[in-house]
């Protein structure tokens, strides 16, 4: 980089909350690209320039809300799915991860991995209607030990209800020989023989440029002993939000055999808002880019990511052109105790059930936006439910 580009980065790198660190391979990567992909890339591990037109906040997701004390590594924020956070730091850092509040405090103690499975294996036998778990982090992939992952993964899927066992990584783009070991390898092999339990590695694949040769190599190994991949990656400003950017990493979905999953626009992040999109230039870039993909090319659906559930963006009403009201789905609503007495009276809420919301064109980013603007309750830059009760607006399908 020159001496202003430096410069210019390390601003807005303090302007962050979201410590540095990306790793050799990574860093490499970048500059084997060319433009515009040199710098996409960049933007991922380094703020970009650029406004930010509104105050974001640290917990974007809500995650404190479900977790607790004594098991905070424990989250069950849907009815079937319990994740399970190994430890809250990275094999390297985007600088967009919603997870910016646990991965700033990476300095604090964790508990024993041990400690962690058997609350794990406990809640699951209380709960015997979660079939599925999820481990995250930070990253599951970071440090832990070959032994350390195998060791958990295969007691989760020892539990009788427990189907199958997510591993969410941006481990493939960051640091592919991770999963190349043939230690871990030959684990998942054998878990693949046995009936009704799999392994599912969720990619954080965001860019085109990330599928480098070891990546592909990596990627194809897990297949080949039975793993799936997919592909999960966020629409970002300054990353992959062009529509020319997102054909080709679509495409490499495809080519690599990576099963698309969702995209899921830019989270609220507190101290690097510029990288957001509003949801209808978020939509009409995937919208275009779907328009040159073939139909097993264009199968993630786009959603946005809230305390109160996932809600895929179907479209705009009357026309993405002129949107005036915002077409979403119920993709998944967290559990009914946490979600506001008042939005449970006022709109749907069950899995794939329709919100026609008021929208106004180029000033809702995120989705506290479009809700506060409806007069629903919502969530503030503090992270607090705000929920004014004044608005009558009712719902009619």
């Given at each position: ?302 959603l946005t990511s809230h305390d109160f559930g996932k809600f895929e963006i179907c479209g705009f009403y009357p026309s993405i052109k002129q949107p005036e009201k915002i077409v979403l789905k119920w993709h998944q609503a ?64």
């Open positions: 980089m020159s001496e202003a580009e430096k410069e210019e980065r390390r601003t807005l790198l303090e302007q962050s909350y979201m410590p540095f660190k990306v790793t050799l391979y990574y860093a490499q990567l970048i500059a084997e690209q060319t433009e515009p992909y040199r710098t996409q890339m960049i933007n991922i591990v380094l703020p970009p320039p650029g406004s930010k037109p509104f105050k974001g906040r640290f917990d974007p997701y809500g995650n404190r809300s479900y977790r607790q004390d004594d098991t905070s590594f424990l989250q069950h924020k849907y009815k079937k799915t319990l994740l399970l956070h190994i430890d809250d730091y990275c094999i390297a850092n985007c600088q967009f991860c919603y997870k910016v509040n646990e991965i700033r405090h990476e300095e604090q103690e964790h508990k024993k991995i041990n400690d962690k499975l058997n609350a794990a294996l406990e809640y699951l036998e209380k709960n015997p209607y979660v079939d599925n778990i999820l481990l995250t982090g930070g990253d599951p992939a970071s440090f832990r030990k070959t032994a350390e992952l195998t060791e958990l993964i295969g007691s989760l899927l020892a539990a009788p209800n427990v189907r199958l066992v997510r591993f969410a990584t941006k481990g493939l783009a960051y640091y592919p020989e991770r999963f190349l070991d043939e230690e871990l390898l030959e684990f998942f092999r054998q878990i693949s023989r046995v009936e009704g339990k799999q392994v599912s590695v969720i990619s954080q694949f965001n860019h085109p440029g990330e599928f480098g040769p070891l990546a592909i190599k990596a990627t194809r190994a897990l297949q080949e002993v039975g793993v799936q991949v997919r592909g999960q990656p966020a629409i970002i400003r300054g990353v992959n939000e062009s529509v020319k950017t997102l054909i080709d990493l679509q495409r490499k979905f495809l080519d690599n055999q990576i099963i698309s999953y969702y995209m899921t626009v830019f989270m609220p992040v507190r101290g690097v808002e510029q990288y957001a999109l509003t949801l209808d230039e978020a939509f009409q870039n995937v919208a275009e880019s779907k328009r040159n993909l073939g139909g097993l090319e264009k199968k993630g659906v786009l967290v559990a009914p105790q946490y979600l506001p007495e008042r939005l449970k009276q006022l709109v749907p809420t069950l899995p794939e059930e329709i919100l026609l919301l008021d929208y106004k064109q180029g000033e809702m980013y995120c989705l506290d936006h479009v809700l506060k603007y409806n007069g629903l309750p919502y969530v503030n830059e503090s992270g607090e439910a705000v929920d004014d009760g004044t608005n009558e607006y009712l719902l009619s399908l």
